[in-house]
């Protein structure tokens, strides 16, 4: 859509000038950015038609950091291309733009699931149809009064790696340990939704859990309403991705029947293969991206260029980082940074002297008269770095990242609730959206991370693979705690 405008401030080279206006950045001083999720659209008068394509009790997947907005007073003429509008925070910006023959959308109906399917289909069913139709009558143009339907998301987090057999499964740790503790165990239990047999798990003290198959999961997510699918490839620190064929194979089959964003991490660095030829990041992103993905999710790579940022002053870095190369060619929304941190405890007095006493959590209730603070490690928590989740977090915001998946490693797989403390510290330091992760045990721990944080997704992994809770329970309890969320049921 932003081609058809004349020029965009994301860089020098013009549009195709059609439309006479520019697209500018959102400000980010009441609200994140990127504008990257749910959010729904205000049918703009005299644009509602019989076949309406555009549903206005529908969300649909944007993920943007520029727009064009809509100024009806100022630029009359580029007002008559706009076809809906959409609220973010306090601006109104143009979601689609139509007139004749062309349509143009800020959104992705690619990726907004049945709603986005259904549009994609009336258009290519229309288009013979409307060279026949009557031009529509002019447009009045009038100031909106759309309302902001920005929804929170909800994230269903796939860990894979190969078991003990070279298959790729889907696992999941406690506290990031993915081997079964249990002696040797047969069950037979019924099977989850979408999968008409029963299974039989057998479970082996040392084995990896093997929770089941990624492409199976994924399907099954995305209908049961799933917003986001994230696929980390959790032992992939050990050899490059690109000669890790299964995992770009499970991101195709994945994405060729799930039309909500794909996230793929693990292994989002330079590497050179066993040959001696290098393969930057860049290129590794690149092999994700054509096999489907949306966005790629970089961990322990993160650590590092923050590491070499501060070391070189901190205000910029050299432009050769994972995080950089990478926003540069697909924007800085396709970048995320997994941040996988532990807690640290010190002794309060000592601790709210020292070089971090701005980031010390004082804990309260059960956890009174205890202090700490949060420390980033690499390769699955296997290595801990003198660096603190904040530090890291202002550090990949002026690398570029576009959104921040906070993990923690105390509260992984325990089913305890998020850690609303780290949640808060890591939505306060950044204006990029965050996604707090780990320790979901009930529809409660959501409602509780939203209300409490202002965070923009919940991502949860346990939960969701043992069947305890469904995503549409997790919409239900939002939508009834007033919190706004996405009904895949909502499309009939
Ligand atoms: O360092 O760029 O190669 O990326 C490796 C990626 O793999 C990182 O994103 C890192 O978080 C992830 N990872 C590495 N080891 C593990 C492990 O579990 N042993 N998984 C691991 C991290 C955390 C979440 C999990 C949530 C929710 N898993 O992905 O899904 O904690 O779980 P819950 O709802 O069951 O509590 P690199």
Redesign the pocket.
């Known amino acids: 859509m932003q081609i058809l405008f004349q020029s965009s401030s994301e860089g020098s080279v013009p549009g195709l000038g059609i439309i006479p206006s520019k697209i500018d950045t959102f400000t980010n001083k009441d609200k994140t950015v990127p504008h990257m999720g749910w959010n729904s659209v205000h049918l703009l008068d005299g644009q509602h038609d019989d076949d309406e394509d555009l549903d206005e009790a529908l969300h649909y997947y944007f993920v943007h950091s520029y727009r064009a907005s809509y100024d009806p007073e100022c630029e009359p003429d580029a007002a008559q291309w706009a076809h809906s509008v959409t609220q973010y925070g306090r601006e109104v910006f143009v979601s689609t733009v139509r007139k004749d023959h062309v349509f143009g959308c800020q959104f992705h109906p690619e990726k907004s699931g049945k709603a986005g399917m259904r549009l994609l289909d009336t258009w290519l069913r229309q288009s013979t149809a409307t060279s026949q139709r009557p031009p529509p009558a002019p447009r009045v143009p009038f100031p909106p009064k759309p309302r902001d339907g920005f929804t929170k998301r909800i994230i269903a ?3 894979v ?1 190969a078991n003990d057999q070279g298959d790729l499964v889907v ?3 406690d506290q ?3 081997r079964e503790k249990q002696p040797p165990t047969t069950t037979t239990s019924s099977a989850p939704t979408s999968s008409p047999q029963p299974t039989t798990t057998v479970r082996v003290a040392g084995a990896v859990r093997n929770l089941g198959k990624p492409v199976a999961l994924a399907a099954r997510y995305y209908t049961a309403g799933a917003d986001e699918l ?1 696929l ?6 050990r050899h490059s991705p690109l000669r890790d064929q299964p995992m770009l194979a499970v991101v195709r089959a994945a994405a060729a029947t799930v039309f909500v964003p794909l996230t793929i ?5 330079d590497t050179v293969d066993p040959d001696g030829t290098p393969r930057p990041a860049l290129e590794v992103a690149g092999a994700y991206f054509r096999a489907g993905a949306d966005k790629v ?7 590092y260029a923050v590491e070499r940022l501060r070391a070189g002053g901190g205000a910029r870095g050299d432009g050769s980082s994972a995080i950089e190369t990478i926003a540069r060619a697909y924007g800085r929304q396709a970048v995320v940074v ?3 941190p532990r807690r640290v405890y010190v002794k309060d007095a000592e601790a709210l002297d020292g070089p971090r006493k701005d980031e010390i959590v004082l804990g309260s209730g059960e956890e009174a008269g205890k202090a700490w603070w949060y420390q980033c490690t ?5 290595e801990a770095r003198d660096l603190s989740v904040v530090e890291l977090a202002r550090g990949v915001e002026i690398l570029g990242a576009g959104e921040i ?1 906070l ?3 105390d ?5 305890r609730g998020f850690d609303l403390d780290l949640v808060n510290l890591v939505r306060r330091t950044v204006n990029i959206p965050v996604v707090a ?5 009930n529809v409660q721990h959501f409602v509780d991370v939203f209300e409490k944080t202002g965070v923009e997704a919940a ?7 043992r069947g305890e809770v469904g995503i549409d329970e997790v919409k239900e309890a939002l939508i009834k705690g007033g919190i706004n969320a996405r009904r895949a049921t909502d499309v009939k």
């Open positions: 987090c796939m860990d790696r696992t999941k740790g990031y340990d993915v994230a980390l490839n959790i032992t992939s620190f991490g693990g292994g989002i660095r999710s970089i961990g322990s790579e993160a650590v997994s941040v996988d690499v390769s699955g928590g296997r998946l993990n923690s490693i509260r992984d797989g325990t089913g992760s780990s320790g979901a045990g991502l949860a992994a346990g939960i969701f693979h």
